[in-house]
């Protein structure tokens, strides 16, 4: 469709209610134009130049004007993150791993949190992995998870030291390829910890500056993480991608598959500002709330391998930071700003039945046969 009809169904002034679907008839007044929830001030003049250049195509000039006013409005947004840990904290692991590894020392107290559901599912499942590879095989997986994927603090918590397992990385070739995947990480990706020591008290960027272009957009410009975390983040690249694959195999709806996109893009826990904390935007009950919209049978398989509990309480004690420092993940979706970037901030139209539908970050307006509408956040 050409930019001048995109420009003409724009010209109609627009009533769009934060979470509501209203009905009425245009006008040519702005009187009306209002509550769009945090980003309103920035829908209502991407509106309005949309209507002033109704009788004309919209230009480039008329899209780099959309883009400041995008990067001006996001930049000045302040966003709340949750705390979870104070980044050199350390804690015991759960008794059952500790029990199954033969360990009593605490390790980083994110990585026990995360990784605690997923490793007590295979200390259960550990007789079913001695019956069908042997005990020879199965010991090499219990050497390697025990030791390259739970580092030891050490007693001012200053660093963390992986054990020594060179001798079962050496053994895995005489078992199965595909022996250990833990956590998105094969047995080969976890050797390379063998012996490694990590630093807990200092936090840096991620120099890539992105997790998945495609789908999450560009990092926040001052955000940081815990130098030892940044390793494992370019593998979030390709797990994202395959998330929104299995999600989009799956039939999961557009709604669901958005928020678990918008989820993962935003998961990795941060540093706060002052370097002191680790924080996370993601709660416990957005997690929850992610969960619940899958289909039941999925729902059932994702809650024996996922604990929300992972994630601060909603409650819990939080922090104000610059939009710079931090993911925000609020009121457009990540998954959908990115696919604007790309379209270089054109607004989308399809066809939707009887009506036109025209899509602007997050807000979807239809536009019905004679001048009627409906808005959507």
């Known amino acids: 469709m050409s930019d001048k009809k995109i420009s003409k169904m724009l010209k109609f002034t627009l009533l769009i209610l934060g979470m509501l679907v209203v009905t009425g008839r245009t006008d ?48 000045s947004k302040n966003v ?46 550990f007789a079913n992995v001695q019956s069908v590879f042997g005990s020879n095989c199965a ?56 012996g490694k020591q990590i630093q807990l008290t200092t936090c840096q960027k991620y120099n890539v500056g992105t997790f998945n272009a495609q789908l999450c957009g560009q990092l926040p410009s001052n955000i940081t993480f815990p130098s030892w975390m940044i390793a494992n983040l370019p593998a979030l690249t390709n797990s994202i991608s395959s998330l929104k694959l299995t999600l989009d195999r799956g039939r999961v709806s557009t709604d669901c598959t958005n928020k678990w996109i918008k989820l993962a893009c935003v998961n990795p826990p941060f540093c706060s500002a002052d370097r002191k904390k680790i924080l996370s935007t993601v709660t416990k009950q957005q997690c929850e709330t992610a969960i619940n919209c899958l289909p039941s049978n999925v729902q059932t398989a994702l809650r024996a391998l996922y604990d929300c509990n992972i994630y601060p309480d909603q409650g819990s004690a939080s922090m104000i930071l610059s939009a710079n420092l931090g993911f925000t993940g609020h009121a457009i979706s990540l998954a959908r700003k990115a696919q604007v970037e790309a379209d270089d901030d054109r607004p989308l139209v399809e066809s939707v039945g009887n009506k036109t539908c025209v899509k602007i970050w997050d807000v979807n307006i239809y536009i019905r046969e004679g001048y009627k509408y409906e808005a959507r956040i």
């Open 80 to 125: 709340t993150a949750w705390v979870d840990s104070d980044l050199n904290s350390c804690s015991q692991p759960s008794s059952k791993i500790s029990t199954f590894c033969g360990i009593s020392y605490a390790a980083p107290t994110i990585l026990v949190k995360r990784i605690t559901k997923i490793f007590e599912v295979v200390v259960d499942g």
């Open 28 to 75: 040519n007044s702005f009187s009306h134009v209002g509550g769009f929830g945090e980003y309103d001030e920035l829908l209502r003049k991407v509106l309005k130049i949309a209507a002033k250049d109704a009788v004309n195509t919209f230009d480039d000039s008329t899209y780099e004007e959309i883009r400041q006013i995008r990067a001006t409005t996001i930049a």
């Open 139 to 194: 010991n090499i997986v219990k050497q390697v998870l025990c030791k390259g994927v739970i580092p030891q603090c050490s007693s001012n918590r200053t660093i963390a030291t992986y054990g020594s397992f060179a001798s079962s990385c050496a053994g895995m070739a005489a078992c199965s390829s595909s022996l250990i995947n833990f956590n998105g990480m094969t047995g080969s990706q976890i050797c390379t910890d063998n």
